[in-house]
């Protein structure tokens, strides 16, 4: 389905003649981030300007999440702030988009406990957002309803980055897996892969404008293909096809599952020039028991198995993972064996997580008896054993040279030019600043745990 905008010029009017600003508020992982890019470029297309202060905007937009339950906290709790904004001012407006609206119970809570809330639109649901966006606007009339996720894919919406040399590409939505604790099948719908000629037009197209990094996003980017009838085409193929496209400097992406981390593309990783070396694969749990449980269709030797390829086809490719600690029913033996695979692993990143109970999930039904602070233990062990071996990975960089994207100054220091390795790794070094957004080869001097320093050669 192509985005269309019929209400384009009518709202463009109304928004210059009033002088509209957004701010976008975005809670979640990179595909809510790329949706927010999409609904900054809608905005940006009927003539709104973005506003960094939120105070100040007239439209509030909460992407929101729901993988874990803090998320809603965090929701609810913005919500006591923004209605101070609407109610001192009649052209403030507030949407709320994303996962979280994808959920009866919330769009219920919203309509009986928020009702300042403008707007609600659940995932998918983009190409309705201009027509709601109009009789808000023109007429005062909200719209806060329910409506199921849809197995539609919205192709040649209008997009905003942040950054003018890296971008994410969607490839895939939705997720077959059903993982035990995770809602994304719920409110994202089923795997619907993206044609291959719409993203490789995408690709050329953000290569004409400059860009050098492509980061490819799907809940499972290598189940991409699998959903098509009349055609072979995989991920492993979609990778070589960008691979060729003149300008792409840099290719990334996530997540992949280890069910679906075949040979090929191990190989394709290996024989490419641009796939960047770090390589990012959700192990969850260590514990081949407590995946089973969660339904992840994988072993603690299944994964073993991949890394050990995957280092074995390069020595200098990085793993980092997510990791779920306190997963119903999980044992001091089962948290031991989550910790041996990260002795062995030696992670260069690791996101994790304290189980968090989402409603409508298998998950919740289960037994949960670990005591929390039990769970927070387990959490402070993993982070004392992954930062041990921090230091080491690093130390083997040093005085290799790496081809790193100059993405700007340091936050910490604008007399200094940063940027990231292949493997994901912040490096800092002196440079002139017309080099922002050019590949450099940097030299690493040192490393300083969470970053390396170096120098460009």
């Given at each position: 389905?192509?985005?269309?905008?019929?209400?384009?010029?009518?709202?463009?009017?109304?928004?210059?003649?009033?002088?509209?600003?957004?701010?976008?508020?975005?809670?979640?992982?990179?595909?809510?981030?790329?949706?927010?890019?999409?609904?900054?470029?809608?905005?940006?297309?009927?003539?709104?300007?973005?506003?960094?202060?939120?105070?100040?905007?007239?439209?509030?937009?909460?992407?929101?999440?729901?993988?874990?339950?803090?998320?809603?906290?965090?929701?609810?709790?913005?919500?006591?702030?923004?209605?101070?904004?609407?109610?001192?001012?009649?052209?403030?407006?507030?949407?709320?988009?994303?996962?979280?609206?994808?959920?009866?119970?919330?769009?219920?809570?919203?309509?009986?406990?928020?009702?300042?809330?403008?707007?609600?639109?659940?995932?998918?649901?983009?190409?309705?957002?201009?027509?709601?966006?109009?009789?808000?606007?023109?007429?005062?009339?909200?719209?806060?309803?329910?409506?199921?996720?849809?197995?539609?894919?919205?192709?040649?919406?209008?997009?905003?980055?942040?950054?003018?040399?890296?971008?994410?590409?969607?490839?895939?939505?939705?997720?077959?897996?059903?993982?035990?604790?995770?809602?994304?099948?719920?409110?994202?719908?089923?795997?619907?892969?993206?044609?291959?000629?719409?993203?490789?037009?995408?690709?050329?197209?953000?290569?004409?404008?400059?860009?050098?990094?492509?980061?490819?996003?799907?809940?499972?980017?290598?189940?991409?293909?699998?959903?098509?009838?009349?055609?072979?085409?995989?991920?492993?193929?979609?990778?070589?096809?960008?691979e060729k496209i003149d300008g792409i400097e840099i290719i990334r992406f996530m997540s992949p599952h280890p069910k679906d981390f075949s040979d090929e593309l191990i190989d394709v990783i290996k024989s490419s020039k641009k796939i960047a070396r770090q390589i990012h694969l959700p192990l969850q749990s260590g514990?081949?028991?407590?995946?089973k449980e969660m339904n992840r269709k994988h072993t603690k030797e299944d994964y073993l198995k991949i890394v050990n390829k995957l280092k074995n086809a390069d020595e200098n490719i990085s793993i980092s993972t997510d990791i779920i600690v306190g997963f119903p029913g999980e044992t001091e033996e089962d948290f031991?064996?989550?910790?041996?695979?990260?002795?062995?692993?030696?992670?260069?990143?690791?996101?994790?997580?304290?189980?968090?109970?989402?409603?409508?999930?298998?998950?919740?039904?289960?037994?949960?008896?670990?005591?929390?602070?039990?769970?927070?233990?387990?959490?402070?062990?993993?982070?004392?054993?992954?930062?041990?071996?921090?230091?080491?990975?690093?130390?083997?960089?040093?005085?290799?040279?790496?081809?790193?994207?100059?993405?700007?100054?340091?936050?910490?220091?604008?007399?200094?030019?940063?940027?990231?390795?292949?493997?994901?790794?912040?490096?800092?070094?002196?440079?002139?600043?017309?080099?922002i957004g050019k590949i450099v080869n940097v030299e690493i001097l040192s490393e300083h745990l969470w970053y390396l320093k170096g120098k460009i050669v």
């Open positions: 389905m192509r985005f269309t905008n019929s209400y384009k010029e009518k709202l463009k009017k109304i928004v210059i003649d009033k002088n509209l600003t957004y701010y976008i508020d975005t809670m979640g992982c990179s595909m809510s981030e790329n949706d927010s890019s999409k609904y900054a470029g809608i905005l940006e297309s009927i003539g709104f300007k973005r506003e960094e202060n939120e105070e100040k905007a007239n439209l509030i937009l909460f992407n929101t999440c729901c993988i874990r339950e803090n998320a809603e906290n965090t929701l609810f709790g913005r919500f006591g702030t923004v209605k101070k904004y609407k109610m001192n001012n009649d052209n403030v407006y507030i949407v709320v988009v994303g996962c979280m609206t994808q959920q009866k119970h919330i769009i219920e809570k919203i309509k009986k406990s928020y009702r300042f809330v403008d707007i609600t639109l659940g995932t998918g649901a983009m190409n309705s957002f201009p027509s709601k966006l109009y009789d808000l606007l023109k007429e005062k009339k909200k719209n806060i309803e329910f409506v199921e996720v849809t197995n539609e894919i919205e192709e040649e919406v209008p997009i905003k980055y942040d950054s003018k040399y890296k971008a994410s590409v969607s490839i895939i939505y939705g997720c077959n897996n059903f993982c035990s604790y995770c809602i994304v099948p719920y409110v994202r719908g089923r795997e619907r892969s993206r044609r291959p000629k719409d993203i490789l037009n995408d690709v050329k197209k953000l290569a004409k404008e400059g860009y050098k990094e492509i980061m490819l996003l799907g809940q499972n980017v290598n189940s991409y293909g699998n959903d098509f009838k009349d055609t072979n085409y995989s991920f492993p193929n979609l990778l070589q096809d960008i514990s081949s028991k407590i995946l031991l064996d989550t910790l041996d695979v990260v002795k062995k692993v030696k992670f260069d990143q690791i996101y994790m997580f304290i189980y968090s109970k989402r409603v409508g999930t298998r998950a919740e039904k289960m037994e949960d008896n670990t005591p929390e602070e039990e769970k927070v233990r387990r959490l402070e062990r993993i982070k004392e054993i992954y930062e041990k071996y921090l230091p080491e990975n690093n130390k083997k960089m040093i005085g290799k040279t790496y081809k790193v994207l100059v993405e700007g100054v340091s936050k910490n220091n604008d007399k200094v030019l940063t940027g990231r390795t292949s493997q994901n790794k912040v490096v800092i070094f002196d440079g002139e600043k017309s080099n």
